[in-house]
């Protein structure tokens, strides 16, 4: 299994906005060969990123779907401005080398 998350800095004000962004979405994703699922986690604590996971059956799987007009579709529309967004965080792609529980 590969995992990508994407740790995105929410500025004060706008995680209500940046939520409900992920609740509208298309939903394109879940529709791709090779996906498996999708997380949206809300920090606990201030400061911290938000995290948005995608899980894959593997590598190829993800890269399909990030050079797709569905990717394209999914990430041209930008619902939220310029300053809904901090500095930091970024984009994390693992092989899954183990996996225990229910996930």
Request: proline share 4%; aromatic share 10%; charged share 25%.
């Amino acid at each position: 299994m590969f995992v990508v998350a994407n740790r995105i800095m929410v500025n004060s004000g706008y995680e209500e906005a940046f939520a409900e962004r992920f609740r509208q979405r298309a939903g394109q994703v879940e529709q791709q060969p090779g996906f498996v699922r999708l997380e949206v986690m809300r920090p606990a604590n201030e400061g911290c990123p938000w995290v948005v996971m995608t899980h894959w059956r593997d590598k190829g799987a993800f890269e399909a779907w990030v050079s797709s007009e569905d990717f394209k579709r999914a990430h041209r529309e930008q619902s939220l401005p310029k300053e809904a967004f901090g500095a930091g965080g970024g984009l994390e792609m693992h092989e899954v080398e183990l996996c225990a529980g229910d996930a």
